[in-house]
């Protein structure tokens, strides 16, 4: 090895200065590490915590897997110049740091914990200008349906919203568990059947985003995914129009048909919603057996009818 | 191997730290079912409003039979503790006699349930009903599969008494099957105050 | 007749699974023949399959973990290789419904079936000897836990021939585990396989529970107790605690499935939410069962091949236990997306990050252990610097992911499977390996070959590295878990160089096995003559390797906390007293295969809903108690001429390989001039005999 030594760090010189950092990007394709390149408050929030946590923690990693190296090495049996106490095994001072040190890192974190839990709590509105837009989506085997409640369309595995505008996403499941994620927005949180959950994203930058179920759910799994657009006011305007427009109704009838299973479902628009359908798939796992009869009218439900279940509020 | 009167203390005093040492462990079975046992009255009060649309407890719980069921247990513990004093009085006759007393109120209970299972269900309130329901004969259910699985101990406990006599052994046994009993007791306690007070009180009498 | 069993369920579409099951049926066969050919039945029924020789039992437990390694490894693989081959305009070579019962057994087989065997395999062979006793307290009951796991395993095997296994993850969250999603035998395989190997565990919990509180010998105060005994004493508390919750809950969702209950069902008022909770209360608890008796193996490699007391011992106690305790208050953070408000979530969080506290302690125990100490490089110590080193990246993520506001993020995304694979790698398969390492020679007479073992260590930990770092980067990438295709050229560039550090795990996996058969065929120039290879500090190295059936030929006093090492230094090892006694110890019986090959038929006829056949194995077990209870000639006598005969062997074998010599250096130059207790290696080894 030791004849080795000079022309590998010769070599890894050279193979450093000749790669400039763009080969480092290209190659290991940092640009997508979406974590890091958030495209909303929330996202970019959750990345200043996981950056400060990751930061505190390197005062545990560093000194651990410091003294790990060197203890191992000088203390090595073979090294017999150094001092060897086989039966000292204990030191108040010592062990005063051993918990104090962690404890002290911990109630930093817990510190943050708490801040952050609360400012990042799903169910928590986003401060704008603007006034949020509702959303409900509901999660099926293998799509997400998006409903407009303000603007009466829907959409399959295609959602749009116009920047700067918060959204309230209300969430359920007409299937089994759902997560609804859009990575560079950030905050996942569950679907479930007969049972809402809310979730208050918003966009600074337009732009399309990667969305996706993360909660394995079945065969079409892999392919339940959706593309979230920002758009600017006009064009999110022009959607709904395009959408109003498609002449597709989402009727009980299409609803049906469409919470079927079914794989790698391409976007659909829909250019009108039952008043309170959302609410009355929730209530039909509450009391029934999860499917829409057909004499169904979804609008007569009460907020009462749809009580709400388990830990969910 | 001569036995020396030194060696037989030695086998004496290993046999006590060996019963001790069963009980111990007896002991640790029964908290593993303690924990059983929570998890499900967890799950009815977690379920116990979720009716579906379906029967209320007020709808399907009877007093009567309740009380029968909760006196017969009673009295089970009361004829075990029997037995156990005529164990220590030696008397193999008395603790057959109060062992079987215990087992037919034991088959009262169970017969009571059994068969108020079957008149809830022929009154279209079975276990696949409702969420609540599921609880309910999940709950009810496994402490009475305990029940039934302490008859069988009991009766094998009254064949070997009979059989072999009181031997320290079976002496050690009987003490842990009537922990056991004494246990399914208290399970019971919480049962009747989780299930059925909180059942009658909310739903009014059927 | 045989309820939902058809020949359909023989019927496989994918050539993989005939392939295997082709593999596994030759494999079988194979062992039977070999079996039937040397006539070696008799002798595998008499000395393993009726024992309850709790030393015999703990290498039955680790052989069945050693095939369940194979298998989760396979698995594992094959979920490596259908990432790495499917990607951008490529969809791999699996389907997607193959590929979920793929990563569904790989959790719970290495969970259930590798790491719980192989650790309750250790403490079988390490409790009784480290506590001088000459058994568990259960050994009958210690029988019946092991067939029982080897029943539940058998399950999970079976299922790769008849029907197909679960598809539902390994942790089968309703309502996709529930019948209505669900409909095929996989699930009730999984169910039942867990149910069988989690009863088995809840009463290798009270066995060991016992046995640390009522067997110790005379001396031995909880505080002078080695630390691998305490880590499991807390571990079995853990066990008999939470393994019901498991029972439970699998017992509930059983119903579901097949009474047509609706306790975790999405329909009729059932609460999908409740097994959620019951499984992460048996669940969180678990990793801590897999963990805490890891950290004890650390504790006694580190001081043995440190040549020192371990530091901080009342530390590390109390460390253990806060950890057990606080194990139960955290397990809402594998679900801090489902909706909880903010207050819950934090308690969650910061709960979970006081755990932190006692594992960094322990972490810092073993450091400054290692300071001032004589450390020798031999394989378990090389293990324990492997996991000091990778396991404190797993607790940084694991802080991280413990923040509720980041874990919304990193939710079900590959980080959290990087995370619980740099905790359980490092935190649970190093230190069992390093158990095995250090306690080979102890069960079998022999060590295990030095170069083969370094080959593994080197494998497994550059194999790791290179397998779970990309994990890290797709976590952050946003890839979620589970996917059987994705289009993302990023994420396939990353999922390639996962598969080859899977394939370097690999190599490591292998050179494991070839170390076996080497140290094996060598087993000669390998023997351990004098029981105590390492210079060893608790009482299992008091004895002889292998060690004779009753263990310790008199119960030893103890009065330090390295109760042999104070032997040692004070010339008190190895004596022998006046006479010897007789010793009663248990007979072997074959009640516990009976019961377990009836619960391995009970779990299939359960899945196939063949109730009468399932009827018929509840009755037969309860018989067989029944029967058993009326047995009272339970216990055998070793004469105290055998005790002796065997006693003055190892007495001869001692004064061979030098040890009185070494312990007269050690009283006339004390214990600062040289590493206490190690014998030198003497030259005359390479040539005498194996021992018993």
Known sequence: MRTLRVPLIVLLALALSGCSSQWFVDTFHLNELVTFFTAGPIAAYQRNVMLFTFTVMLFVLVPVVGFTLWFAWHYRAGNNKNTYTPNWHHSNLLEAFLWGGPVAIILILAMLTIVSTYDLDPYKPIESENDPIRVEAIAMDWKWLFIYPDYGVAAVNEMAMPVDTPLQIDLTSASVMNGFMIPRLGSQIMAMSGMRTRLHLMATEKGEFFGKNYQYSGDGFANQRFTAESLSQADFDAWIDKARGSGRPLDLNAYRSLVEPSRNVDPILYSSVPDGLFGYVMHRFQVGDGEIPPDAVPSDLTADDIAQHGHAH | MASSPSHDLNRVRAAARADTEVNFGFWAYLMSDVVLFSMLFLAYVNLSQRYAGGPTPGEIFSLHGVFLETMALLASSLTFGLAMVSLHQGKKNHIIGWLLATFVLGAFFLWHEVSEFVHIIHEGASFDRSGFLSAYFGLVGTHGAHVFFGMIWLLTMVAQVALRGLTPAIGSRLARLSLFWHFLDLVWICVFSTVYLPGLIQGGSA | ?692
């Open chain 3, 1 to 692: 007749m045989f309820g939902k069993l058809t020949l359909d369920a023989f019927h496989h579409s994918s050539m993989i699974i005939v392939f295997a099951n082709v593999i596994m049926i030759g494999t079988g066969l194979a062992v039977v023949a070999a079996l039937t050919y040397y006539r070696k039945w008799g002798y595998l029924y008499r000395e393993w399959f009726t024992t309850v020789d709790h030393k015999k039992i703990g290498v039955i437990y680790i052989v069945i973990a050693m095939i369940f390694l194979l298998r989760g490894f396979i698995d594992a693989s094959m979920v490596r290789a259908q990432q790495a081959s499917a990607g951008p305009g490529m969809e791999g070579y699996l389907e997607a419904a193959h590929f979920a019962e793929l990563f569904t057994g790989h959790g719970t087989m290495m969970i259930f079936f590798m790491a719980m065997p192989f650790l309750v395999g250790l403490m079988n062979i390490a409790i009784p000897l480290q506590i001088g006793a000459r058994d568990v307290s259960f050994p009958l009951l210690n029988a019946i836990s092991v067939w029982l796991t080897a029943a539940a395993g058998a399950l999970v095997m079976i299922s790769l021939l008849v029907g197909s296994f679960s598809e539902a993850g390994w942790s089968g969250y309703t309502p996709f585990s529930g019948l209505a999603h669900s409909p095929g035998p996989g699930v009730d395989y999984w169910i039942w396989a867990l149910q069988i190997s989690g009863i088995s565990t809840t009463l290798t919990g009270v066995n060991f529970v016992t046995t640390i509180l009522k067997k110790r010998a005379p001396g031995m105060t909880l505080m002078r107790m080695p630390m691998f005994t305490w880590t499991v004493l807390c571990t079995s508390i853990l066990i008999v605690v939470s393994f019901p919750a498991l029972t439970a809950a699998l017992a509930l969702l059983a119903l579901d499935r097949s009474a047509g209950t609706h306790f975790f069902t999405s329909i009729m008022g059932g609460d999908q939410m409740l097994y959620i909770n019951m499984f992460w209360l048996w669940g969180h608890p678990e990793v801590y069962i897999l963990v805490l008796p890891a950290f004890g193996i650390f504790s006694e490699v580190v001081t043995t091949y440190c040549n020192k007391r371990l530091f901080g011992y009342t530390s590390m106690v109390w460390a253990t236990m806060a950890i057990a305790f606080l194990s139960f208050g955290v397990w809402v953070h594998h679900f801090y997306t489902m909706g909880q408000d903010p207050l819950r979530n934090s308690i969650f969080g910061i709960a979970t990050m006081i755990i932190a506290i006692p594992t960094g302690v322990k972490i810092y125990d073993w450091i400054w252990t290692m300071f001032r100490g004589r450390i020798e490089y031999k394989l378990p110590m090389l293990w324990t610097l492997g996991f000091l080193i990778t396991f404190v990246m797993g607790g940084m993520s694991g802080v991280l992911l413990a923040i509720p506001g980041a874990d919304y993020k990193m939710h079900n995304s590959l980080f959290l499977v990087a995370h619980f694979h740099n905790v359980l790698i490092p935190g649970t398969m190093f230190g069992l390996l390093a158990g095995f390492y250090y306690w080979f020679p102890k069960v079998f007479g022999f060590r295990l070959d030095e170069k083969w073992g370094r080959h593994s260590f080197w494998g497994w930990l550059v194999g790791f590295y290179v397998a779970f770092v990309p994990l890290y980067m797709l976590g952050i990438m946003g890839m979620p878990r589970r996917m059987v295709t994705y289009d993302n050229p990023a994420w396939h560039f990353w999922l390639v160089i996962a598969a080859i550090g899977a394939m370097i795990v690999a190599y490591g996996i292998f050179a494991m096995f070839m170390q076996i058969y080497v140290s094996w065929r060598d087993r000669e120039k390998n023997a351990d003559l004098t029981g105590d290879p390492w210079g060893g500090r608790t009482l299992e190295w008091a004895i002889p390797s292998p060690p004779p059936e009753y263990n310790f030929a008199v119960v030893p006093e103890v009065r330090d906390r390295d109760a042999f090492m104070e032997m040692k230094v004070n010339n008190r090892a190895y004596e022998r007293p006046a006479a010897y006694e007789d010793i009663h110890m248990p007979k072997s019986t074959p009640l516990p295969i009976v019961i377990a090959a009836l619960s391995f038929v009970f779990g299939f006829a359960y899945v196939w809903h063949i109730w009468w056949l399932a009827g018929l194995c509840v009755l037969g077990t309860v018989a067989a108690v029944i029967v058993r209870s009326f047995n009272e000639e339970t216990e055998f006598v070793i004469p105290a001429s055998e005790v002796e005969a065997d006693e003055d062997a190892f007495h001869r074998r001692l004064k061979e390989g030098g040890v009185f010599e070494h312990l007269q250096y050690i009283e006339e130059y004390g214990d600062e001039r040289t590493p206490q207790g190690k014998f030198v290696e003497p030259t005359t080894r390479a040539t005498s005999g194996l021992p018993g």
